[in-house]
Each structure stands twice: as C-alpha cells, then as structure tokens.
Nanobody, 123 residues
Framework: QVQLVESGGGLVQAGGSLRLSCAASGRTFSAYSMGWFRQSPGKEREFVAAITMSGGITDYADPVKGRFSISRDNAKSTVYLQMNSLKPEDTAVYSC????????????????WGRGTQVTVSS
C-alpha cells in the first residue's frame, strides 16, 4: 500500500520561508514522478510544482516560480518543497502526490495522494 506523509507546514509571516517534506512508502520511489498541489477553502486544487523520477526535470506554476523549489532524495524516498518569500495568498493545505511517467499539472494524472499539511502565511 502506497503511503505519502507530508510534514513541515505551519504559521509563518509574509516574507518568511518553510520547507515541506513528503515521505513515501509502499512503492519504488525512484520510479515515479512527484508533484505538490495546494488547496484553499472555496478553491479548486491547484498545481504547485512537480519533479521527474531522477529529479532532472522540474515544473512550477507561475505564481511560485522563483520563490519555490522542488527537490527529491531518492535514497530517503522523500520529496521536498522549499518555499521562500511566502505571501498570504500562499496559504493553503499542501499535498504531495505520485504518478507514473513524466510530470503533469493535472491532479487526475496522479494516483496516490497524501493528506496534506497546512501552511498559513500571515500579513
């Protein structure tokens, strides 16, 4: 059974930083692409970033380009999301997900999801 567990969320002031982690188990981590998504109340789930199996290709949503960085450690079966220069509009529940094949921006392309971690950015 595949399990994804996010951690690292919390409350931070605007301009601050957080690093989210997503620990995976139950499948060969290095064989799958990973993505981060976020969802805030009343809004649809939104793509944030994704990374290929080897980490050689990354993709970012425009609102986070230049501020967020996705990386992975296949030896630890963990994917990270470094978030800098945080803004109040980044407030959301952040979830990681896994998929076969290349990176994608559509949530339906991903087959396993974590429960998420809350990120709150105060102004």
């Amino acid at each position: 059974q595949v399990q994804l567990v996010e951690s690292g969320g919390g409350l931070v002031q605007a301009g601050g930083s957080l690093r989210l982690s997503c620990a995976a188990s139950g499948r060969t981590f290095s064989a799958y692409s990973m993505g981060w998504f976020r969802q805030s109340p009343g809004k649809e789930r939104e793509f944030v970033a994704a990374i290929t199996m080897s980490g050689g290709i990354t993709d970012y949503a425009d609102p986070v380009k230049g501020r967020f960085s996705i990386s992975r450690d296949n030896a630890k079966s963990t994917v990270y999301l470094q978030m800098n220069s945080l803004k109040p509009e980044d407030t959301a529940v952040y979830s990681c997900a896994t998929k076969t094949g290349p990176v994608a921006r559509f949530p339906l392309a991903y087959d396993y999801w974590g429960r998420g971690t809350q990120v709150t950015v105060s102004s």
